[in-house]
């Protein structure tokens, strides 16, 4: 029988040992540079900052062998009024200029983030893996496109599945 959940106003609280499960594929990510003891650049897109991503980011950040940026393709979305400010702290982050067409149906607005500047971002930061928070808008698209012509392997981070 498949299990019903039903969102809520807030998400639930993440705990570090939740985040530190992840921990390990940190360790796991294989580079075009086998130095020892060199940091791995590891690079995240995502649409807009949310607060059950950021304890991820900020855990991640932290540890001693990854170099990790963030990068988010808006600030924020009129559905999701979240007001994050400090829960951005420890996260290393920069928001991408771009424009958002807005598209509003009955049950939401959906946001269609078109963000140019993904290309010279990849393009220079050339990251040791590219880990890309979903694939509804141009700039995850553009990255998801562009990160095997760079060489640069990505993981895709979602909240959904092949079924829904």
């Not at 890309?132 to 060489?151: I, K, M």
Request: with cysteine; glycine share 4%; aromatic share 8%.
């Amino acid at each position: 029988m498949q299990k019903t959940v039903t969102p809520s106003a807030r998400p639930a609280a993440v705990s570090p040992d939740t985040v530190r499960s992840s921990l390990p594929m940190a360790n796991r990510i294989r580079t075009r540079l086998s130095e020892p003891g060199r940091r791995r650049r590891v690079l995240f897109l995502s649409e807009i900052p949310t607060p059950y991503r950021l304890p991820l980011y900020r855990r991640l950040a932290e540890h001693p062998s990854l170099d990790v940026k963030v990068a988010f393709c808006a600030a924020g979305e009129p559905d999701r009024p979240w007001a994050l400010g400090d829960d951005l702290e420890g996260v290393p982050y920069r928001v991408l200029r771009g424009f958002h067409p807005r598209v509003r149906t009955r049950r939401n607005t959906f946001v269609y983030e078109v963000n140019p500047g993904v290309v010279p971002l990849l393009a220079r930061t050339r990251p040791d893996v590219l880990v890309v928070g979903g694939y509804a808008v141009f700039a995850e698209q553009v990255a998801l496109a562009l990160s095997p012509l760079l060489r640069v392997p990505f993981l895709l981070h979602s909240e959904t599945h092949l079924r829904k």
